[in-house]
């Protein structure tokens, strides 16, 4: 599910806005990340299910949260290599 999440997040950002993928990204301040992001995870994977719904149909119910932590994980190295 995490290699599989990965996967999905270098197809997902090449599509994704600005705003998109500053949701992704960690906040500055880690309590604020710690509270956020488990926040719009269901709305992420919600939006990465409906652009790649053969991709993520098995990951839906099971092996989610592994499933986003690869692919949270995959956009923020794509990030820092390349985005800024």
Do not use: C, Q
């Not at 705003?19 to 709305?43: A, C, G, Q």
């Not at 991709?55 to 949270?72: C, I, P, S, V």
């Amino acid at each position: 599910a995490y290699n599989n999440g990965k996967l999905i997040a270098r197809k997902w950002i090449k599509n994704a806005s600005y705003r998109e993928i500053k949701d992704v990204l960690p906040r500055s301040e880690k309590y604020h990340d710690t509270n956020y992001f488990p926040l719009i995870k269901n709305n992420l994977f919600i939006s990465i299910e409906k652009s790649f719904p053969n991709e993520t149909k098995r990951f839906k119910w099971f092996n989610n949260a592994d499933f986003m932590r690869g692919w949270r994980d995959e956009v923020i190295l794509i990030w820092k290599n390349y985005g800024n």
